[in-house]
């Protein structure tokens, strides 16, 4: 028998080659259809008002049930992508997509709602995944923009689409993200690390009532104050027994991560609020037809969007404080100058600006707020962010009723 040779070195196993990255088009292919389905009602809201039988303010709830689901369904598909890893939410979400484009065609509203209320959470578990794998500015930048472009044709979309079939099938948009499965499934890493810690059922709960109060408070103001209040206080005693929980304490205490959440929040309740009001305040003040207003309106977006994703790119060459300060001087004209603009031909840069703030701003911010987290927690800072983000898509539409189409 020979002996050993020592001098040789033992045969080991090559370590397997890392996953290739997720080219940046199949990200935003898997989370951009999310905002032309958000989006489509925009010009079509008086027909499914019809179809129902309600106000149009009345019908707006299809749009706020949407925004919420996604702004619930965000902290929780980041927990579970935390916890049981990307393809498990990749999974879950094409179910929940499929599932609720098929009831969002019944003839109740209160069916319809919750078939647009599954079709988000899908929608939020997707852009979870999406967000999770882009990692630079310039990724996020292709995703954002490509939230504002698809944003912008949501709306012109869904008036094409209802006009030549049904407003019911210009609300299946969102199902074309299913597309991009194949591809981000093949590519992503399905063996990272998941968290192993029990799951933090309580904080979990607190946080979504605490996001349905908050919806709620434009169309219910005094008990959804109340709610919202009662549970920010049983949350803070929650996580004060339980910092690293659902809402990790350390991220409160992260000053960019929150200031990055807060100020998202804000540019989207504006982009959302003037993006349903731009279309009614034109529709009254000129003699626009409904689809120049929106052919107007999608001219416009676009050129906001692709606005974002230049500065999005140029981003680390201008850095942060400049982008910025860029994005707070856009933010406040946008408001404002339709707050106080007597001119109707100002209303379309209206909606250029707004878009602009939105987009740049959640490719900059978010990536500040998940880079101030330690690695182990970022899929919930991404979460988080996101919850502050799409709570401006609830905001937005019932502002806009408020403001423009009267109560529902």
Same mark, same amino acid.
């Given at each position: 028998?020979? @002996?050993?040779?020592?001098?040789?070195? @033992?045969?080991?196993?090559?370590?397997?080659?890392?996953? =290739?990255?997720?080219?940046?088009?199949?990200?935003? #292919?898997?989370?951009?259809? @999310?905002?032309?389905?958000?989006?489509?009602?925009?010009?079509?809201? %008086? %027909?499914?008002?019809? +179809? $129902?039988?309600?106000?149009?303010?009345?019908?707006?709830?299809?749009?706020?049930?949407?925004?919420?689901?996604?702004?619930?369904?965000?902290?929780?598909?980041?927990?579970?992508?935390?916890?049981?890893?990307?393809?498990?939410?990749?999974?879950?979400?094409?179910?929940?997509? #499929?599932?609720?484009?098929?009831?969002?065609?019944?003839?109740?509203?209160?069916?319809?709602?919750?078939?647009?209320?599954? /079709?988000?959470?899908?929608?939020?578990?997707?852009?979870?995944?999406?967000? +999770?794998?882009?990692?630079?500015?310039?990724?996020?930048?292709?995703?954002?923009?490509?939230?504002?472009?698809?944003?912008?044709?949501?709306?012109?979309? &869904? !008036?094409?689409?209802?006009?030549?079939?049904?407003?019911?099938?210009?609300?299946?948009?969102?199902?074309?993200?299913?597309?991009?499965?194949?591809?981000?499934?093949?590519?992503?890493?399905? %063996?990272?690390?998941?968290?192993?810690?029990? *799951? %933090?059922?309580?904080?979990?709960?607190?946080?979504?009532?605490?996001?349905?109060?908050?919806?709620?408070?434009?169309?219910?103001?005094?008990?959804?104050?109340?709610?919202?209040?009662?549970?920010?206080?049983?949350?803070?005693?929650?996580?004060?027994? =339980?910092?690293?929980? *659902?809402?990790?304490?350390?991220?409160?205490?992260?000053?960019?991560?929150?200031?990055?959440?807060?100020?998202?929040?804000?540019?989207?309740?504006?982009? $959302?609020?003037? #993006?349903?009001?731009?279309?009614?305040?034109?529709?009254?003040?000129?003699?626009?037809?409904? !689809?120049?207003? &929106?052919?107007?309106?999608? &001219?416009?977006?676009?050129?906001?969007?692709?606005?974002?994703?230049?500065?999005?790119?140029?981003?680390?060459?201008?850095?942060?404080?400049?982008?910025?300060?860029?994005?707070?001087?856009?933010?406040?004209?946008?408001?404002?100058?339709?707050?106080?603009?007597?001119?109707?031909?100002?209303? @379309?840069?209206?909606?250029?600006?707004?878009?602009?703030?939105?987009?740049?701003? /959640?490719?900059?911010?978010?990536?500040?707020?998940?880079?101030?987290?330690?690695?182990? /927690?970022?899929?919930?800072?991404?979460?988080?962010?996101?919850?502050?983000?799409?709570?401006?898509?609830? *905001?937005?539409?019932?502002?806009?009723?408020?403001?423009?189409?009267?109560?529902?």
């Amino acid at each position: 028998m020979p @002996l050993l040779d020592r001098t040789r070195p @033992l045969p080991t196993t090559a370590p397997p080659p890392e996953p =290739r990255p997720v080219p940046a088009l199949w990200l935003a #292919l898997l989370a951009t259809p @999310l905002a032309a389905s958000a989006n489509s009602p925009v010009l079509i809201l %008086d %027909d499914i008002a019809d +179809s $129902f039988g309600v106000r149009t303010a009345t019908a707006t709830w299809l749009v706020t049930a949407f925004a919420w689901a996604v702004a619930v369904g965000t902290p929780l598909m980041a927990a579970l992508l935390r916890r049981r890893g990307l393809r498990v939410v990749l999974r879950l979400s094409a179910t929940l997509v #499929l599932t609720g484009t098929a009831v969002v065609t019944a003839p109740w509203l209160p069916l319809a709602m919750t078939g647009r209320a599954v /079709q988000a959470l899908g929608g939020a578990g997707l852009v979870t995944a999406a967000m +999770s794998l882009a990692g630079t500015v310039r990724r996020m930048g292709v995703i954002t923009a490509g939230f504002g472009m698809f944003g912008a044709v949501g709306p012109l979309l &869904g !008036s094409l689409i209802a006009d030549t079939t049904s407003w019911r099938l210009s609300l299946a948009v969102g199902a074309v993200a299913l597309l991009a499965l194949p591809a981000v499934t093949r590519r992503a890493d399905p %063996d990272a690390p998941r968290q192993t810690t029990p *799951f %933090d059922a309580r904080g979990a709960a607190l946080l979504v009532l605490l996001a349905t109060s908050l919806v709620l408070v434009p169309r219910a103001s005094l008990p959804a104050t109340t709610a919202a209040l009662t549970t920010v206080i049983l949350l803070a005693l929650h996580i004060r027994t =339980r910092p690293a929980g *659902f809402v990790p304490l350390s991220l409160l205490r992260t000053r960019t991560f929150l200031l990055s959440t807060l100020l998202a929040c804000a540019f989207s309740t504006s982009y $959302f609020t003037l #993006l349903f009001t731009v279309p009614q305040l034109l529709h009254d003040r000129t003699d626009w037809s409904t !689809s120049t207003i &929106g052919v107007g309106q999608l &001219g416009a977006l676009l050129t906001g969007s692709a606005l974002a994703m230049t500065l999005a790119v140029v981003a680390n060459r201008l850095g942060h404080p400049r982008v910025l300060a860029i994005l707070l001087t856009t933010g406040a004209l946008a408001p404002l100058t339709a707050l106080l603009t007597p001119w109707p031909s100002l209303l @379309l840069p209206v909606a250029t600006l707004a878009v602009l703030t939105t987009s740049a701003g /959640q490719a900059t911010l978010g990536v500040l707020a998940v880079r101030s987290a330690p690695p182990p /927690q970022r899929p919930t800072a991404i979460g988080l962010f996101n919850l502050g983000y799409q709570l401006g898509g609830a *905001f937005g539409p019932a502002l806009a009723a408020l403001a423009v189409l009267g109560p529902a």
